[in-house]
């Protein structure tokens, strides 16, 4: 195998843990005149074989100041219910946030499968800086 397609394969695959639950980034780019603004999008999801009911994703924008990120814009949850039917269930959205020149900005998201109120899977997903 190619070096270059290792990499491409490598970079492109999605954090799945053998629970059942797959956690990607889809795509993720830096856009505007000094391309300071940021764009993000995840997916979660949970195979048919999962006792998931409930997917969500709770997200925030932060910028880089004096060391560490601080959060700017939170947003609304992101979420979706179904009956565990043996079909995968998956939840996918995007996230922008304009930027200033002044600052790095990225986009932090959090992708959780429920059921109920038990949490069965977390996952953490960060998008670039720009």
């Known amino acids: 195998m190619s070096v270059v397609l290792a990499l491409t394969l490598a970079l492109a695959a999605p954090t799945a843990a053998t629970t059942g639950y797959t956690f990607v980034t889809v795509n993720q780019h830096c856009y505007g005149a000094q391309f300071q603004d940021v764009y993000f999008r995840v997916r979660l999801t949970a195979a048919g074989s999962t006792s998931a009911n409930k997917l969500t994703i709770n997200s925030q924008s932060q910028y880089f100041s004096g060391g560490k990120w601080h959060k700017s814009y939170v947003y609304s949850q992101d979420k979706t219910s179904f009956a565990p039917n043996g079909q995968p269930h998956s939840i996918d959205y995007s996230y922008t946030h304009e930027g200033?020149?002044?600052?790095?900005?990225?986009?932090?998201?959090?992708?959780?499968?429920?059921?109920?109120?038990?949490?069965?899977?977390?996952?953490?997903?960060?998008?670039?800086?720009?």
Do not use: P, Q
Request: hydrophobic residues 40%.
């Open 100 to 130: 200033t020149n002044a600052n790095n900005w990225r986009i932090v998201s959090k992708l959780r499968a429920w059921n109920g109120t038990h949490l069965l899977a977390s996952k953490t997903l960060k998008s670039l800086a720009c």
